[in-house]
């Protein structure tokens, strides 16, 4: 963190200049819109699922007389912002580590070959 200060005039301003890399993501919202026709636009639920630090929504959006289907997930992240955006793009990994890290355990303990999370 860098402390710098600014002069203009009779204002004097202290600022800090922090990197990005220190920036934390505490929540944030994807989309992703598809186009739809009328028909189903009249059968298409609402649909919302909750989980630990996720929200899930599904629901019907109408922009410039055109039917969309809107995706919407809700993140509540709380990380660094490099790591925040790791698990956005790969939400996954920290899971995949964790299994990786039992089958290295299962086969350490018999001495025998375990399938890996991916099936190999």
Not at 1 to 18: A, C, D, E, F, R
Not at 53 to 77: A, H
């Amino acid at each position: 963190m860098i402390k710098g200060t600014s002069k203009k005039g009779m204002l004097s301003v202290s600022y800090y200049h922090i990197t990005w890399r220190l920036w934390i993501l505490k929540q944030c919202d994807l989309n992703i819109d598809v186009e739809i026709d009328s028909t189903a636009q009249l059968t298409f639920p609402d649909i919302q699922l909750k989980s630990a630090d996720r929200v899930f929504r599904l629901y019907v959006k109408v922009i410039k007389d055109k039917s969309y289907c809107r995706g919407e997930e809700s993140l509540t992240l709380n990380q660094v912002l490099p790591a925040a955006l790791d698990n956005i793009r790969y939400p996954y990994k920290s899971l995949e580590k964790k299994i990786d890290r039992v089958i290295r355990l299962l086969e350490s303990g018999t001495g025998r070959q375990v399938l890996s999370h991916d099936g190999s």
